[in-house]
Protein backbone atom coordinates (compact mmCIF):
# COMPACT_ATOMS: atom_id res chain seq x y z
CA UNK A 1 0.00 0.00 0.00
CA UNK A 2 1.42 3.12 -1.14
CA UNK A 3 0.98 4.58 2.32
CA UNK A 4 1.36 2.05 4.93
CA UNK A 5 3.01 3.56 8.09
CA UNK A 6 2.00 7.06 7.43
CA UNK A 7 -0.04 9.31 9.73
CA UNK A 8 -1.78 11.89 7.77
CA UNK A 9 -3.93 14.94 9.04
CA UNK A 10 -6.88 15.96 6.42
CA UNK A 11 -8.44 19.42 6.95
CA UNK A 12 -12.05 19.82 5.87
CA UNK A 13 -12.64 15.94 6.24
CA UNK A 14 -16.57 16.17 7.04
CA UNK A 15 -17.21 16.80 2.93
CA UNK A 16 -16.55 16.47 -0.51
CA UNK A 17 -12.50 15.92 -1.51
CA UNK A 18 -11.67 16.09 1.87
CA UNK A 19 -13.98 13.03 2.89
CA UNK A 20 -12.97 11.16 -0.06
CA UNK A 21 -9.28 11.48 1.11
CA UNK A 22 -9.11 9.98 4.32
CA UNK A 23 -11.50 7.19 2.54
CA UNK A 24 -8.42 5.98 -0.04
CA UNK A 25 -5.68 7.04 2.32
CA UNK A 26 -7.19 5.02 4.55
CA UNK A 27 -7.38 2.29 1.87
CA UNK A 28 -3.68 2.71 0.80
CA UNK A 29 -2.53 2.38 4.89
CA UNK A 30 -2.70 5.43 5.80
CA UNK A 31 -3.68 6.34 9.69
CA UNK A 32 -6.06 9.14 9.13
CA UNK A 33 -6.51 12.35 11.18
CA UNK A 34 -9.84 13.82 10.17
CA UNK A 35 -10.81 17.26 10.86
CA UNK A 36 -13.64 19.55 10.33
CA UNK A 37 -15.34 22.37 12.08
CA UNK A 38 -18.87 19.92 11.19
CA UNK A 39 -19.47 17.10 13.14
CA UNK A 40 -22.02 15.35 11.70
CA UNK A 41 -20.50 15.53 8.85
CA UNK A 42 -17.14 14.31 10.30
CA UNK A 43 -18.82 11.42 12.21
CA UNK A 44 -20.09 10.24 9.01
CA UNK A 45 -16.69 9.81 7.00
CA UNK A 46 -14.75 8.04 10.42
CA UNK A 47 -18.20 5.58 10.21
CA UNK A 48 -17.48 5.05 6.24
CA UNK A 49 -13.61 4.66 6.72
CA UNK A 50 -14.00 1.99 9.75
CA UNK A 51 -16.31 0.42 7.71
CA UNK A 52 -14.13 -0.44 5.01
CA UNK A 53 -11.48 -1.41 7.77
CA UNK A 54 -9.60 1.68 7.92
CA UNK A 55 -7.42 3.28 10.67
CA UNK A 56 -9.20 7.04 11.44
CA UNK A 57 -9.54 9.04 14.47
CA UNK A 58 -11.88 11.88 13.72
CA UNK A 59 -11.30 15.26 15.38
CA UNK A 60 -13.84 18.07 15.75
CA UNK A 61 -12.83 22.14 15.61
CA UNK A 62 -12.02 25.55 12.98
CA UNK A 63 -8.41 25.27 10.82
CA UNK A 64 -9.03 29.22 11.55
CA UNK A 65 -8.16 28.57 15.55
CA UNK A 66 -5.01 27.93 17.07
CA UNK A 67 -5.68 26.36 19.80
CA UNK A 68 -7.93 23.57 17.89
CA UNK A 69 -5.45 22.89 15.49
CA UNK A 70 -2.83 22.37 18.05
CA UNK A 71 -5.00 20.04 19.49
CA UNK A 72 -5.18 18.24 16.41
CA UNK A 73 -1.66 17.74 16.00
CA UNK A 74 -1.30 16.91 19.62
CA UNK A 75 -4.06 14.03 19.32
CA UNK A 76 -2.91 12.82 16.56
CA UNK A 77 1.14 12.36 17.78
CA UNK A 78 -0.55 10.93 20.85
CA UNK A 79 -3.02 8.53 18.98
CA UNK A 80 -0.36 7.50 16.32
CA UNK A 81 3.16 8.57 17.51
CA UNK A 82 4.01 10.76 14.44
CA UNK A 83 2.72 12.33 11.84
CA UNK A 84 3.99 12.46 8.01
CA UNK A 85 1.06 13.97 5.81
CA UNK A 86 -0.50 17.25 6.48
CA UNK A 87 -3.52 17.33 3.19
CA UNK A 88 -4.35 21.24 4.07
CA UNK A 89 -7.72 20.91 2.04
CA UNK A 90 -10.07 23.05 4.10
CA UNK A 91 -11.86 25.66 2.21
CA UNK A 92 -14.67 28.40 1.47
CA UNK A 93 -15.99 30.10 -1.42
CA UNK A 94 -19.24 31.94 0.08
CA UNK A 95 -21.88 32.90 -2.58
CA UNK A 96 -20.89 36.63 -0.96
CA UNK A 97 -17.54 36.70 -2.92
CA UNK A 98 -17.79 38.74 -5.75
CA UNK A 99 -15.41 42.10 -6.50
CA UNK A 100 -13.53 44.21 -3.86
CA UNK A 101 -15.20 47.33 -5.51
CA UNK A 102 -17.91 46.21 -3.29
CA UNK A 103 -16.83 42.90 -1.50
CA UNK A 104 -18.01 42.90 2.51
CA UNK A 105 -14.89 43.41 4.46
CA UNK A 106 -15.90 40.55 7.17
CA UNK A 107 -16.46 38.11 4.29
CA UNK A 108 -13.13 38.82 2.66
CA UNK A 109 -11.15 38.18 6.00
CA UNK A 110 -12.95 35.17 6.64
CA UNK A 111 -12.05 33.68 3.83
CA UNK A 112 -8.63 34.71 3.99
CA UNK A 113 -8.75 33.07 7.85
CA UNK A 114 -10.00 29.79 6.13
CA UNK A 115 -8.13 29.55 3.18
CA UNK A 116 -4.39 31.00 3.86
CA UNK A 117 -4.46 31.53 8.14
CA UNK A 118 -6.20 27.70 8.34
CA UNK A 119 -3.10 26.23 6.39
CA UNK A 120 -0.75 28.50 7.82
CA UNK A 121 -2.04 27.21 11.41
CA UNK A 122 -1.28 23.35 10.45
CA UNK A 123 1.70 23.81 8.74
CA UNK A 124 2.66 25.95 12.04
CA UNK A 125 1.85 22.98 14.18
CA UNK A 126 2.55 20.03 11.86
CA UNK A 127 5.99 20.89 10.66
CA UNK A 128 7.96 20.60 13.54
CA UNK A 129 6.49 16.79 13.72
CA UNK A 130 7.13 15.93 10.05
CA UNK A 131 10.61 16.91 11.54
CA UNK A 132 10.59 15.12 14.22
CA UNK A 133 9.00 11.56 12.00
CA UNK A 134 12.01 12.30 9.72
CA UNK A 135 10.28 14.14 6.76
CA UNK A 136 7.25 14.09 5.25
CA UNK A 137 4.43 15.59 2.87
CA UNK A 138 2.38 18.68 2.86
CA UNK A 139 -0.16 18.91 0.07
CA UNK A 140 -2.04 22.60 -0.15
CA UNK A 141 -5.12 22.81 -2.15
CA UNK A 142 -5.44 25.83 -4.25
CA UNK A 143 -7.40 26.36 -7.33
CA UNK A 144 -7.11 27.31 -11.20
CA UNK A 145 -8.37 30.70 -10.32
CA UNK A 146 -4.90 31.41 -8.97
CA UNK A 147 -3.28 31.23 -12.33
CA UNK A 148 -5.40 32.99 -14.28
CA UNK A 149 -8.27 36.17 -14.11
CA UNK A 150 -12.38 35.12 -13.94
CA UNK A 151 -15.05 37.08 -15.80
CA UNK A 152 -16.80 36.57 -12.45
CA UNK A 153 -15.28 37.79 -9.87
CA UNK A 154 -14.57 36.11 -7.03
CA UNK A 155 -11.72 38.13 -5.32
CA UNK A 156 -11.68 36.53 -1.99
CA UNK A 157 -11.12 33.16 -3.13
CA UNK A 158 -9.05 34.12 -5.96
CA UNK A 159 -6.17 36.39 -3.49
CA UNK A 160 -6.48 33.95 -0.92
CA UNK A 161 -5.48 30.61 -3.57
CA UNK A 162 -2.88 32.93 -4.87
CA UNK A 163 -1.62 33.23 -1.11
CA UNK A 164 -2.15 29.64 -0.66
CA UNK A 165 0.57 29.28 -4.12
CA UNK A 166 3.38 31.59 -2.67
CA UNK A 167 3.11 30.18 0.89
CA UNK A 168 3.81 26.67 -0.87
CA UNK A 169 6.71 27.83 -2.75
CA UNK A 170 8.02 29.46 0.34
CA UNK A 171 7.80 26.59 2.32
CA UNK A 172 9.09 24.25 -0.28
CA UNK A 173 12.51 26.53 0.33
CA UNK A 174 12.05 26.31 3.49
CA UNK A 175 11.70 22.62 4.78
CA UNK A 176 13.76 20.74 1.75
CA UNK A 177 16.53 20.03 4.10
CA UNK A 178 14.29 18.52 6.54
CA UNK A 179 13.18 15.88 3.73
CA UNK A 180 9.70 17.86 3.49
CA UNK A 181 7.90 18.39 0.30
CA UNK A 182 5.27 21.43 -0.72
CA UNK A 183 3.41 21.39 -3.50
CA UNK A 184 0.10 22.87 -4.00
CA UNK A 185 -2.99 21.49 -6.52
CA UNK A 186 -5.21 24.07 -8.33
CA UNK A 187 -8.23 21.70 -9.06
CA UNK A 188 -10.70 23.22 -12.14
CA UNK A 189 -14.66 23.20 -11.71
CA UNK A 190 -15.10 20.36 -9.90
CA UNK A 191 -18.88 18.64 -10.36
CA UNK A 192 -20.39 19.39 -7.67
CA UNK A 193 -24.30 19.66 -6.41
CA UNK A 194 -22.90 24.29 -5.85
CA UNK A 195 -21.53 23.93 -9.74
CA UNK A 196 -24.70 22.77 -11.35
CA UNK A 197 -26.68 25.35 -9.46
CA UNK A 198 -24.19 28.35 -10.91
CA UNK A 199 -25.71 26.99 -14.15
CA UNK A 200 -29.45 29.18 -15.24
CA UNK A 201 -30.17 26.46 -18.17
CA UNK A 202 -28.47 23.79 -20.50
CA UNK A 203 -26.99 26.27 -22.75
CA UNK A 204 -24.76 28.30 -20.37
CA UNK A 205 -23.49 24.41 -18.98
CA UNK A 206 -22.88 23.41 -22.20
CA UNK A 207 -20.72 27.13 -22.78
CA UNK A 208 -18.90 26.49 -19.54
CA UNK A 209 -18.22 22.77 -20.34
CA UNK A 210 -16.79 23.42 -23.84
CA UNK A 211 -14.24 25.83 -22.23
CA UNK A 212 -12.78 22.52 -20.92
CA UNK A 213 -10.78 20.75 -23.45
CA UNK A 214 -11.54 17.14 -21.56
CA UNK A 215 -15.40 18.14 -22.64
CA UNK A 216 -16.16 16.91 -18.54
CA UNK A 217 -16.20 18.27 -15.47
CA UNK A 218 -13.55 16.84 -12.64
CA UNK A 219 -14.63 14.48 -10.19
CA UNK A 220 -13.44 14.79 -6.71
CA UNK A 221 -11.11 11.54 -7.57
CA UNK A 222 -9.59 13.53 -10.05
CA UNK A 223 -7.99 15.58 -7.10
CA UNK A 224 -7.28 13.28 -4.57
CA UNK A 225 -5.55 11.01 -6.74
CA UNK A 226 -2.80 13.60 -7.54
CA UNK A 227 -2.98 14.45 -3.55
CA UNK A 228 -2.48 10.45 -2.54
CA UNK A 229 0.51 10.59 -5.65
CA UNK A 230 1.98 13.51 -3.72
CA UNK A 231 1.95 12.31 -0.32
CA UNK A 232 3.06 9.27 -1.41
CA UNK A 233 7.14 8.57 -1.89
CA UNK A 234 6.54 8.10 -5.51
CA UNK A 235 6.91 12.23 -5.51
CA UNK A 236 10.39 12.06 -3.51
CA UNK A 237 11.49 14.15 -5.91
CA UNK A 238 8.52 16.74 -5.95
CA UNK A 239 8.52 19.63 -4.30
CA UNK A 240 7.31 23.61 -5.37
CA UNK A 241 5.35 22.42 -7.86
CA UNK A 242 2.30 23.85 -8.71
CA UNK A 243 -0.03 20.72 -9.36
CA UNK A 244 -2.63 21.68 -12.27
CA UNK A 245 -5.78 19.54 -12.06
CA UNK A 246 -8.36 20.66 -14.39
CA UNK A 247 -8.94 19.20 -17.60
CA UNK A 248 -6.74 21.89 -19.73
CA UNK A 249 -9.60 24.71 -18.93
CA UNK A 250 -6.16 26.90 -17.98
CA UNK A 251 -4.81 26.48 -21.40
CA UNK A 252 -7.61 27.36 -23.28
CA UNK A 253 -7.68 30.34 -25.15
CA UNK A 254 -10.10 31.23 -28.14
Partial sequence: MRLQGKTALITGAGSGMGSLAAEMFAREG???VATDIAPEGLQATVERVRSAGGNIL???GDVCRAEDVRRWVEEAVKAYGNLHILYNNAGIFPDEDGSVIDLN???YQRVMDVNVKGVSLCCKFGVPELIRSGGGSIVNIASFVALLGCTVPQDAYTAS???VL???RSLAVQLGPHNIRANAICPGPILTPMLESLFPNEE?????LNRIPMRRFGQAEDVVYA???LASD?????TGSTFVVDGGISVNYF
Fill in 58 to 60: GLV
Fill in 227 to 229: ALY
Fill in 204 to 208: ERLKR
Fill in 234 to 238: ESSWV
Fill in 166 to 168: SLT
Fill in 30 to 32: AAV
Fill in 161 to 163: KGA
Fill in 105 to 107: EDV
